[in-house]
């Protein structure tokens, strides 16, 4: 006849469970846990081959819902490109990164910028070159096309978050375009 075993192999098992699972083993109507189980081992394996089964049932569960999720953010990339503060910030100091870098005179090419921003001026020092001028104009509306197009995408991108949060969140896209603007 086997000896007893000398501590509750079924108790410290699930004790050592990771915590989503132990809870989705609860969840999923384990008891075993406030039960105290006889010592012998035919009695603890049986135990514990059945708290096992749950475990591995409970981890399954898990792993299928956070692969539903990642799937439902992956189809819908936009959802990880809801603008928050930090994305914002990081763009603005890459934009003015990328415009100290490639400092490049829209009337003459030089190594300066033809209007500035801060001083509201041309600041070219050939701003009276005709042909400095007509760089800069043929610049500007080239410039303001793209950012109008650029304009343009981000409504369209807006137009899909929108639809994707309702779709989350059962939320009324007019409040939810309310709270964001
Ligand atoms: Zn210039």
């Known amino acids: 006849m086997q000896d007893d075993f000398k501590i509750d192999v079924v108790q410290h098992f699930f004790q050592n469970l990771a915590p989503k699972i132990k809870d989705q083993v609860k969840i999923n109507g384990y008891i ?3 039960k105290v ?3 012998k081992p035919f009695d603890q394996f049986n135990a514990l081959n059945e708290l096992f089964n749950k475990a591995v049932q409970a981890e399954y569960q898990l792993n ?3 692969n539903n999720i990642k799937e439902i953010m992956n189809s819908h990339s936009t959802f990880m490109a809801i603008p928050s503060v930090n994305v914002s910030t990081a763009e603005k100091a890459i ?7 490639t400092l490049n005179c829209w009337g003459c090419g030089g190594d300066h910028s033809w209007w500035s921003a801060q001083l ?6 050939k701003a009276d070159d005709p042909a400095a001028q007509a760089n800069a104009a043929a610049r500007f509306n080239a410039f303001k096309e793209k950012r ?3 304009t343009d995408n981000k409504k369209k991108k807006k137009r899909i ?6 779709v989350l969140t059962g939320v009324d896209a007019d409040d939810d ?4 603007n």
Not at 120 to 125: D, E, T
Not at 161 to 166: A, K, R, S, W, Y
């Open 32 to 34: 075993g846990d406030t």
């Open 37 to 39: 189980h006889s010592r």
């Open 64 to 66: 299928r819902e956070s």
């Open 95 to 101: 934009k003015s990164y990328k415009e100290t870098k």
């Open 120 to 125: 509201q001026k041309v600041v070219c020092p």
């Open 148 to 150: 109008q197009k650029r």
């Open 161 to 166: 978050e929108t639809i994707f949060t309702e």
């Open 177 to 180: 375009e309310a709270i964001r």
